[in-house]
């Protein structure tokens, strides 16, 4: 996350005053004037064995390391002064779910008022173990390519046109859409499918998912997409109150992550394979969030501006502070998630000024100044495709 420029000599001279000369100095550990006998060098009044440390090169390798760290974790605090949110039981997901029976327009009788609700936590007395779910793929994970005949794969798991299904046997208590932004990621969006399909189904939600494709030559803007998919979805079906903003090579490992949405925000994808399931920064809410259309709202949805990879969640996540709205996450066993390779976008390198700007933006770049080119609206067998000009 963090470039050369994040510790320049101005700015940390300020914080570490008697960091300048280091590489000078690490040379002269050893003097003539030295008290100390032969193989030894002056600690902390006494005497010790210099080989008892590092090389110079590499004490001068940590020096640097951690003055970038702690330059870092300054400069993290102007932007993120106090916010960081931390994670919550399922239980405690429970209390805040936010649920909806208002009707959606699947292409399936609505007339469900006999049917028993669907779980509100499906698979919950195995949260404990995560309950992985595995594709019912040979070898998914390691496929460089896959085959799919969308149709045939639409009527076997009876996905209605348009990418959307809902439970027969039970009247859901989830209605969601999932926004996916687009370009380039032809297998990724495969596997992607394949694997959510299924996956969603044994959650018994509703929902619909929405690819929003970038189609001209400019840097993507993840954030612009979010809000277009946003845009399109919610005039698609006004009474959908569920938003899941889904990255396409993330894919949930536990059933117990319902995909739904609480009275707060939650970041769903908060640790991934790529980064030994650890969490990178405590305000991190990329990958894989969800939230209610009453939240998206508030806060004006994602900025436009964020040409190229990275810095439009960040930019979120203020939002949401900023608005005094506190993001929840589940255990890192809940909200894990795989990443599937890929080549990485181009970095915005102007991603960081954006960002410390961005507070005084947020009522002005979002939703109310959204502008967009639609080429194609089309429905296809497993997903509805938004193609679009930024």
């Not at 001279?13 to 002269?28: L, N």
């Amino acid at each position: 996350m963090f470039t050369d420029d994040f510790c320049t000599a101005a700015r940390c001279s300020s914080i570490f005053p008697h960091s300048a000369g280091a590489a000078d100095r690490s040379e002269g550990y050893v003097t003539s004037s030295s008290p100390c006998g032969e193989g030894e060098i002056s600690v902390g009044g006494g005497c010790g064995s210099m080989y008892s440390l590092p090389p110079p090169p590499l004490r001068l390798f940590v020096v640097v390391l951690l003055l970038r760290i702690y330059c870092a974790y300054f400069w993290l605090n102007e932007i993120f002064p106090t916010s960081s949110y931390d994670f919550i039981s399922l239980s405690g997901y429970g209390r805040l779910l936010h649920t909806t029976r208002s009707k959606v327009r699947t292409g399936h009788n609505t007339s469900t008022s006999s049917l028993p609700p669907c779980p509100l936590l499906p698979f919950q007395s195995s949260f404990q173990t995560g309950n992985y779910f595995q594709p019912n793929i040979p070898y998914f994970w390691s496929l460089e390519d896959i085959e799919l005949d969308e149709k045939a794969a639409s009527d076997e798991m009876k996905i209605q046109v348009g990418g959307s299904w809902r439970p027969t046997d039970c009247n859901p208590v989830h209605h969601v859409a999932l926004i996916i932004p687009f370009r380039d990621r032809g297998i990724q969006l495969k596997k992607f499918l394949l694997y959510m399909h299924p996956f969603l189904q044994l959650q018994l939600i509703s929902y619909k998912i929405f690819v929003i494709e970038q189609t001209d030559e400019l840097p993507f803007n993840r954030g612009k997409l979010f809000n277009i998919g946003y845009n399109i979805s919610a005039w698609d079906d006004p009474s959908l109150e569920c938003f899941i903003f889904h990255d396409v090579d993330l894919l949930p490992e536990s059933l117990s992550n319902v995909y739904s949405c609480a009275k707060l925000p939650r970041h769903m994808s908060a640790v991934t394979n790529t980064f030994r399931y650890t969490l990178l920064y405590p305000q991190l809410f990329g990958g894989a969030t969800s939230m209610t259309r009453e939240t998206f709202d508030s806060v004006n949805g994602f900025s436009n501006n964020f040409y190229g990879w990275g810095g439009e969640d960040d930019d979120f996540f203020l939002r949401l502070t900023n608005k005094g709205i506190q993001p929840i996450r589940l255990s890192p066993t809940l909200s894990s998630y795989r990443m599937l390779p890929h080549k990485k976008e181009a970095a915005n390198l102007e991603r960081l000024d954006v960002l410390k700007k961005g507070h005084i933006q947020h009522d002005k770049d979002g939703m109310n100044n959204l502008k967009f080119t639609l080429l194609n609206h089309i429905s296809g067998p497993l997903y509805t495709l938004i193609q679009v000009k930024l």
